[in-house]
Structures are given as structure tokens and as C-alpha cells.
């Protein structure tokens, strides 16, 4: 579910019950007749606990449900199914792959997927546990994206910056000679991501115009 405001409805509508939930709360709380009587028949808790428990329930249980159900379906028909899920928000859409394929195939067809393949292998390297390999991708991430004239040079405003700190700590679990010693932590790549992401931004806003546009019916 999207709104205009670039916010999941989900969340929107979560906000929206605490906030009137807690509201209520406050006021059952400083009414001494109810805090006497009412506590008997309606616990105050129990205000606290349903925001609580629908929060839950938008956020947590229904993207599972709706992902849960895509991926039951034949691949053929899951594009044009997670359409309507596409949201305002890039990072819902790139969390599940049948949104991400979506938005990818877009991104290929207006010449600026390299964003996106970089936001992929990022992950791709935080998936990874052994110290070694971390390295290894990582190294392949500066190569393929961030040495000037590199096959899918990224369009970075700060790339020497990106750049020095990763070969930085890179260095620095090289020059470990036990692997435990220096971890290559996934915050590494933060920087880079927030780049990335930023990069996306225009394609991706162009991206859930299109989809709205094809979501719409045709005149007759």
C-alpha cells in the first residue's frame, strides 16, 4: 500500500492509532472515576495493547502475507501481480525481489541500472559471513564501480572519498593476521548506499509513474 507523501499507508495508519490510542490512554488515566471503577472491566493496558497488536499486524504480518502469496503464484503472472504493491517508498520495492525485477527491467530500459546492480551486490556482500570472501567482493565492488573508467563506473559526487575509505578498510583486514581480529562490518558500504540510493531517486519516481499509468483503465 503507498500514500502521496512517499510513506507506506501501513505505517501512516499505525502512527495514526497510537497517536489516538495514547491520547486515550492519557485521558482514562486522569479521570479518577475510571481509574477506580473502569480498571475492573477495561484494563488501561489493553488501550496500550491494541495499537501495539495492529502495528504488528500492518507492518509485520501483512507484507508477509502479500509476499507469501506473489511468490505462490506462477512466475509468468507475478510481475503483473506485485504491481499494485509497488511503493512511493524505493527501499519496500527493493526489499522484495518480484518489485526489484520490476524496477531493475526499467532501469535497463532507461540505461541507468548500474545503481542498482551496485545495491545488489552490496547485499550480496553483507550475505556473505567469511572474512575472505567479504574482502574479495568488496574488492570486486571497487573495481567494477568506483575506479575511474570502470565497466559500470558509478556518477558519484564524492567517489575518491567512497573510495579511499574502502580501500582503508580493506587494508586494515589485510594487514590482520587473524580474521577475527578485524571484521569487515556491513557499515562499510553505508556511505556508498546512501549515494546509490540518492542516484535512484529520479528513475525510481519515473519508475512508480509508469506503473500508476498502466494501473489506470483504459477509456473506452
Not at 503507498?2 to 502512527?15: M, N, Y
Not at 504480518?61 to 509476499?67: F, G, K, M, N, R
Not at 527501499?91 to 527491467?105: A, M, N
Amino acid at each position: 500500500m503507498r500514500d502521496t507523501w512517499g510513506i507506506a499507508k501501513q505505517l501512516t495508519l499505525s502512527i495514526i492509532v497510537y497517536v489516538v490510542f495514547c491520547v486515550m490512554f492519557g485521558i482514562t488515566q486522569s479521570i479518577p472515576a475510571f481509574v477506580r471503577t473502569g480498571e475492573k472491566y477495561i484494563p488501561a493496558v489493553w488501550i496500550l495493547l491494541f495499537p501495539i497488536t495492529f502495528d504488528h499486524i500492518c507492518n509485520n504480518l501483512y507484507p508477509c502475507i502479500v509476499a507469501f502469496e506473489l511468490f505462490q503464484r506462477p512466475s509468468s503472472d507475478q510481475k503483473e501481480d506485485a504491481a499494485p504493491y509497488i511503493e512511493d517508498n524505493i527501499l519496500v520495492t527493493l526489499e522484495y525481489d518480484v518489485t526489484r525485477k520490476l524496477f531493475k527491467e526499467y532501469a535497463m530500459k532507461s540505461f541507468c541500472v548500474e545503481d542498482l546492480i551496485c545495491w545488489e551486490d552490496i547485499q550480496l556482500y553483507k550475505s556473505l559471513s567469511s572474512n575472505r570472501k567479504r574482502i574479495e567482493k568488496a574488492q570486486e565492488i571497487i573495481d567494477r564501480y568506483l575506479v575511474e573508467n570502470s565497466p559500470a563506473e558509478l556518477n558519484l559526487s564524492n567517489p575518491i572519498d567512497i573510495l579511499n575509505d574502502l580501500r582503508a578498510s580493506i587494508e586494515r583486514m589485510e594487514s590482520s593476521e587473524n580474521d577475527e581480529e578485524v571484521h569487515l562490518h556491513d557499515e562499510i558500504f553505508m556511505k556508498l548506499e546512501g549515494c546509490i540510493l540518492s542516484n535512484m531517486n529520479d528513475v525510481y519516481l519515473r519508475f512508480v509513474s509508469h506503473q500508476r499509468e498502466k494501473r489506470q483503465p483504459k477509456p473506452q
